[in-house]
T-cell receptor, first 115, second 111 residues
Framework: GAGVSQSPSNKVTEKGKDVELRCDPI?????LYWYRQSLGQGLEFLIY????????KSGLPSDRFSAERTGGSVSTLTIQRTQQEDSAVYLC????FGGGAYEQYFGPGTRLTVT | DAKTTQPPSMDCAEGRAANLPCNHS???????VYWYRQIHSQGPQYIIH???NNETNEMASLIITEDRKSSTLILPHATLRDTAVYYC????????????FGAGTILRVKS
């Protein structure tokens, strides 16, 4: 079946502009996560959505970052007033509830470059 | 989540078994050992997980020591496509529990 998809695959933006990154999780997956991976650094957690519960925003680095998930499916990560340190690959993952390992399935990521 | 320690890099000959170690001496009783890998320019991929028993699936085997303070991921017949960064993660199996990635091990499979 279809995996997690993300768009755009690449985004180049000027410092100070706002950007929106989109994630389409696997159909039926109720949990959705955003991570980012900066050059030379590991993956860091940003935010987690589960159903109608309040999202876990504990990983968002600043108030310039926000995310929403509409209808329990598609999610958008928004970065306002982008800075050069925001340049990274932004990864989305989803998982399903009930049984198994709750393993997370990752999308291919969006490579964001802030010039 | 418990901290894990992995060697920064390893080499393996194509067709041979790749054995990737992980130390997790502070693992709690309710924490599982998970392995993910990330092939260049792709998102991480789940490989296998276990609590205390050894596990095997179509991708790999996971050997966990009796005291659960360390484990080994085994790729029985490594191929060039297995070249990737391998992450060992310990976490409680709670729905929605985020993954905390360390630096992982860069496995280079060579022909």
């Amino acid at each position: 079946g279809a995996g997690v998809s993300q768009s755009p695959s690449n985004k180049v933006t000027e410092k100070g502009k706002d950007v929106e990154l989109r994630c389409d999780p696997i159909s039926g997956h109720t949990a959705l996560y955003w991570y980012r991976q900066s050059l030379g650094q590991g993956l860091e957690f940003l935010i987690y959505f589960q159903g109608n519960s309040a999202p876990d925003k504990s990983g968002l680095p600043s108030d310039r970052f926000s995310a929403e998930r509409t209808g329990g499916s598609v999610s958008t990560l928004t970065i306002q007033r982008t800075q050069q340190e925001d340049s990274a690959v932004y990864l989305c993952a989803s998982s399903t509830f009930g049984g198994g390992a709750y393993e997370q399935y990752f999308g291919p990521g969006t490579r964001l470059t802030v010039t | 989540d418990a901290k894990t320690t992995q060697p920064p890099s390893m080499d393996c000959a194509e067709g041979r078994a790749a054995n990737l170690p992980c130390n997790h001496s502070t693992i709690s009783g309710n924490e599982y050992v998970y392995w993910y890998r990330q092939i260049h320019s792709q998102g991480p991929q789940y490989i296998i997980h276990g609590l205390k028993n050894n596990e095997t699936n179509e991708m790999a085997s996971l050997i966990i020591t009796e005291d659960r303070k360390s484990s080994t991921l085994i790729l029985p017949h490594a191929t060039l496509r297995d070249t990737a960064v391998y992450y060992c993660i310990v976490r409680a199996m709670e729905y929605g529990n985020k993954l905390v990635f360390g630096a992982g091990t860069i496995l280079r499979v060579k022909s």
